[in-house]
């Protein structure tokens, strides 16, 4: 949204510099984005929070800038729309009131259709609107504003002079002012004349109903359409206007005749013509300001502090939130040590009072208490707050959803201290990285609307990654050592759908045992007791892992328990074997393991031709242990062996 | 012949305490004690004696004997020790400035080393992590969260949603989660308060890739509820844990912002690390880069997860954990952290 500062400074006085402004503006809740200077006079550019409807206009802006500025708005001079003595262009309206809350409406007579004065082009430029005809740069202007979308309609194109609101069937052919052509989607809001569809209600006016050079007699209407259904014909044609904008936020259903009364006053002084039916407004409500009650209690306990009472009304007061005090509590109120007192203005009373509201039309975002307390602490300043530290009870339960972060730190450690670095990788690949791997697609979980088609699917591995990361650094580096830690989902339908943390790494430097070592001694220090050769691939780039880390940690016991060191020596022996190649180091080991609860260690010291040296550590915990017990221990080995892998001792 | 032992031994003594070198000392032994050494003539000499004298005169001699045989001992370990310190000398002489061998460890990812220090902060705080999908139902995502289907506060988060062919899910209810603050729901509604969790994870969105956006981003959702916790809780944690992780001197500022999740619903900004506040391309020429949106939880939010507004209140916030890391190292542009080139890894 684009504000002049010189429209503003027609709503309301401003002392602050155009910086210090939009600091002000921003800290309060409109977003300065920009800046600028421009032909004498100041461009502010503003972000709207979508709850703020009321701020697309330049006096809902001006509104702000007079809470903070602790000004007074100056009204605009609004005649008085009577009825004329003859009603000479009657139309007839046909509501709908859950597609029209509000159907507001004029008909003015004998018009001029001629460019608008210089004041009013140049105002709609720096807003960034191209100015048309007087009628239509009207219909913007006022829009801009006061916060309320309206239209204009050549009242001799309105055949019948009937209108009717209704929902789209769906398929329906619709051209707007701008000779654009649309096929309109269900349900959306439409008004049709005696034959045709006129108007892409709270989107776009149509073109066989618009303002020409040659309109003599118009139609003016304000309504307030439905903001869902608004929003969904909006996006289902990808035409987003600054009318469906503000419906889409809820627009200000109390403004529709001063809205009216504005634009006819302005189609009258630069267009001349005349009134010339009576003023329409269909509704079946009031639309009336509402009340909102405040307890100062409830305040000052959710926002920490005692804003005086009378600087809370003057807030509410600057926010034309009409406050008055309806209860005051007699009694002394118990002070609560935890207040942080405001150092400045005046003392509050000793009561607690409740406080009552009366909001705005337009402030259809204050809904609830909440709303007004956020409203006192804005204008007060969130930067005016002190700042304390939370008290209260803390819980030595695990929360739900519960992560042991220290494990991911211990495995992560581990891996850089054996060399690898750490990457992090879009969880989205492209078909592409899937059909590489002689995959098909059908078998994973997809985006229904992808950014780029390189980011449609949901990695069911992190092996693609980390190939790419690998073959990235290959111009520069000779050695390459990677890991990632992080998800992959699994499952080819919804309904199956698993994500599942996967550590995974490659490595160019380091062979099969030592990345197999590196997996132990993960493994060992998070207590896991599994093999990890089966997570192992031998690739040509490199030794490539993947461990399903999600599963693997369930078994992570990081208990640890003193063992009392041994107090008896234990005997050391290598024993030399003749075994056949295809037996198995790692079951030779465990056999020779368990063979006596007294060989407490058992490791493959040296391999030579068809020999294999095994070094045995045999310790008894409760006493020494003889060289015959030793011996006797040792024939049991040689002989299972022998009898189990036809081994022989080596002479 | 006693007198010419004791010759021997003195001459051959002082002798050997003058030597500084193994190889003369070697000659030297060999001049006394070698098989034609003066010493070793001598004895040869006793057995001609008369037999009655021969016992005195010999072990006269193996005295000798063994008093050179010390002296040249306790030479030769002077002389070694004398050759060690020279070789220490040389030492020195080796050009020291030449750099270490290094072992080779590898790098975690700077996104890694924030998050840990994240965590830690939040411990000391009393925060316990949690860990969601990112796979993530509409009602978790948006619905808990106070922002009905249809509510123009979705624009913001333009979703990526999830085929769901070959399923029974509702087309549009499965998506990725474009919000951790999704977590937030799932972990109220299964515990009472008092509740402090912080949750880091991954996000999606629809969104163009540029310097400060991405579609997939981490975020640190946090959230406390106990039955009185204040706005001004809210600024004092943020500010304590923006300061220790960014440092004492950073400069921070709040501003109101709206969020359908809570009310008063508050911005954190951080004076932008890479250009200092004067205006970049990372801030968008603002000199404040938006790091940590929160609020106090909205009392539907409350509600919906069974709680009772009128007695506990909570606050929630999400830090752009993505945007604090390349703040913290001045990165400037988001898409080096999803970048495996090692030349990047290795500066950290």
Known sequence: ?651 | MEEELIQIKNTAVSLILDILDRKTLEEVKLQFLGRSGKLTLVIKEIAKLPKEDRPEVGRLANEVKKAIEDTIANQELRIRQLTDQESGERKEKIDTSVPGIKPDIGHLHPMTQVLMDVVDVFKTIGFQVADGPEIETDYYNFEVLNIPKDHPSRDTQQTLFLDTRKSKVVPGEVILRTQTSAMQGRIMEKIKPPVRAIVPGKNFRYEQVDASHGFEFWQVEGFLVDTSVRLTDLFGTIDYVLRKLMGEGIKLKFATTNFPFVEPGVDTYIQCTVCNGRGCSFCKQSGWSEIMPAGMIHPNVLKAVGYDSQKVTGFAFAIGLSRLVTLRYQMDDLRLLTNPDMRILEQF
């Open chain 1, 1 to 651: 949204m684009l504000a002049p500062l010189s429209w503003l400074k027609e709503y309301v006085d401003i002392t602050l510099s155009p910086k210090e402004l939009g600091d002000r503006l921003t800290e309060v809740g409109l977003g300065t984005e920009k800046i600028t200077k421009a032909d004498g006079d100041v461009i502010f550019e503003f972000e709207i929070t979508p709850n703020r409807p009321d701020l697309l206009s330049i006096l809902g802006i001006a509104r702000e800038i007079a809470a903070v500025e602790r000004k007074k708005i100056r009204q605009l001079n609004l005649p008085n729309l009577t009825k004329p003595k003859k009603e000479s262009l009657p139309i007839k309206l046909n509501p709908d009131y859950k597609l029209f809350q509000r159907w507001t409406g004029i008909s003015i007579a004998n018009i001029s259709i001629k460019p608008s004065p210089q004041w009013m082009q140049d105002r709609l430029t720096k807003i960034g609107l191209r100015p048309i005809n007087n009628v239509i740069d009207i219909t913007n202007y006022v829009m801009f504003e006061l916060g309320i979308p309206l239209h204009a309609f050549d009242y001799d194109q309105i055949i019948g002079h009937e209108m009717t609101v209704e929902k789209a069937i769906g398929g329906e052919q619709f051209t707007s002012v701008d000779e654009k052509s649309y096929h309109l989607p269900k349900n959306a809001i439409i008004i049709k004349d005696k034959e045709r569809i006129i108007d892409l209600a709270g989107i776009k006016g149509g073109l066989n109903s618009g303002i020409t050079d040659n309109t003599k007699y118009v139609f003016l209407h304000v309504t307030i359409d439905d903001p869902i259904l608004i929003r969904k014909a909006s996006i289902a044609l990808s035409l987003r206007s600054d009318a469906s904008a503000i419906y889409e936020r809820g627009v200000d259903k109390g403004g529709t005749l001063k809205t009216l009364a504005r634009a006819a006053q302005l189609v009258i002084e630069l267009a001349g013509g005349n009134i010339a039916s009576k003023i329409y407004d269909l509704k079946n409500k009031a639309f009336e300001p509402w009340k909102l009650k405040l307890r100062t209690e409830r305040m000052n306990n959710i926002l920490g502090i005692e804003i005086p009472e009378k600087r809370v009304l003057s807030i509410l007061e600057s926010l034309n939130l009409n406050p008055s005090i309806i209860t005051l509590s007699s009694f002394p109120r118990k002070r609560e040590s935890r207040f942080v007192p405001v150092k400045t203005g005046i003392k509050s009373g000793v009561t607690d009072s409740v406080i009552e509201c009366t909001v705005p039309t337009y402030r259809n975002d204050l809904k609830i208490e909440e709303d007004l307390i956020e409203e006192v602490a804005r204008i007060y300043g969130y930067n005016n707050f002190p700042k304390t530290i939370p008290i209260g009870q803390l819980s030595t339960k695990k929360i739900p959803y519960f992560k042991d972060f220290k494990i991911e730190e211990i495995a992560k450690n581990i891996l850089q201290a054996s060399g690898l670095s750490e990457i992090y990788t879009y969880s989205l690949i492209g078909e592409k990285d899937l059909t590489e791997q002689r995959w098909k697609t059908e078998d994973f979980l997809r985006v229904d609307n992808p950014v780029s088609l390189e980011f449609e699917y949901l990695r069911p591995t992190l092996k693609i990654n980390l190939l790419k990361g690998f073959s990235q650094n290959k111009p520069n580096f000779k050695d390459i050592n990677l890991f990632e830690l992080g998800k992959v989902y699994l499952g080819n339908n919804l309904n199956e759908a698993k994500e599942s943390y996967f550590l995974s790494g490659i490595s160019n430097t380091k062979n099969f045992f030592e990345v197999k070592g590196i997996l132990e001694r993960l493994f060992d220090e998070l207590g896991i007791k599994e093999d990890p050769t089966k997570f192992i691939e031998i690739l040509d780039e490199g030794v490539f892992f993947e461990i399903n880390y999600s599963e693997i940690i369930k078994q992570v016991d990081l208990n640890k328990k003193y063992i009392p060191l041994p107090k008896y020596p234990p005997i050391i022996e290598d024993l030399a074997l003749i075994i056949e190649e295809k037996i198995k180091t790692g079951d030779i080991i465990n056999e020779i393991k368990q063979q006596s609860r007294f060989v407490t260690d058992v490791s493959l010291l040296d391999t030579f031709r068809d020999s294999r040296t095994f070094h045995i550590i045999y310790q008894n915990k409760e006493g020494n242990l003889t060289t015959e017990e030793v011996g006797k221990i040792r024939e049991k080995i040689i002989k299972f062996l022998k009898e189990k892998f036809n081994a022989k001792v080596k002479e």
